[in-house]
């Protein structure tokens, strides 16, 4: 056997664990399962961001129109710049309309999980999706799947589940069911997921969805306009704290910024008004790791969001040394010290990845 076939096989058994599309059986029993009446639960991750609401109410939307019975239930409330999405009123928070969402726990019988993996990631509601008796379906593009789900369309590769969504309606021949409404919430989490369709994971593949979604009905200049456009004076302000307090370690190509719970107060901080923060130290020349530590009195822990550009692997990172994870590019984590200890920490960590960083 000559060695150019063998690297041939090899290589294809490695794309193909890679990138992982729906296999045909799979899709068989979707197409079966959706061919009759099922009273269908989804659900997003904890904090959902961008993808996690806007992939979540696009599979709503498309199951109420094949004529099935479904709801959105979210761990908790979603952040005020995605509060114009198209259908997100109907989004039960687990949290606030507890004894609502768990009726409708119970009662499922399908249940799809988006943007996330484990079910750790959902909190409280953890609890009540370990014993129910629905099947589970998983559509998501974070690294090590775990195996709760009958069907698990995981794909590490894709720029986002918003993506995923529409190529789990392709499997299913009805991307020409996508209303503008689908359009929107799918663009929308390839958009947030993809900072604007410049990070790595950002295909050909996903332009030409991108396309077809403004085919569609996407608005993309007012979805833009949406997410980006929100700025109030008090976000501003925090972030010009925010942008005050970095610090850029050179010798490791880093830069890092804190928030204190102090600071968050002064600003009238709500949730996702740090959204983005950690992304201004890539924009330094030559940073190729940039980390956010923001207190969390009330949780008592401090919380992390790493970024990278190239090679390094935040979510190896966050996985070793912050509980955490997610991409390897972008990962979140969590530290229990203070916000002072967490920093010194981190910096002291960093003298053994100096060759990965410079
Ligand atoms: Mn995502």
Redesign the pocket.
Known sequence: MSSLFLFSIISKYVYSCIFAPMNLEDIKTVKKLLSTPQKIVIVPHKNP?G??IGSTVALWHYLKNIGQDATVVSPNDFPDFLKWIPGNESILNFEKENSQSKNKISEATLIFTL?FNHLSRIGQMQDYLNNVVAEFIMID?HQAPADYAKITYSDVSMS??CEMVYNFMEYLNDTDKITPEIATCIYT?IMT?TGSFKFKSTTSRTHRVIADLIDKGAQNTEIHHQIYDTNNSSRLKLLGIALNNMVILEDYNTAYITLTQEELNSCNYKKGDTEGFVNYGLTLKGIKFAVIFIENSEEGIIKISFRSVGDFSVNQFARNHFEGGGHDNAAGGKSDLTITETTERFTKLLENYKTDLI
Do not use: P, R
């Open positions: 961001d993808d996690a943007d593009h986002s589940t989490g997921d």
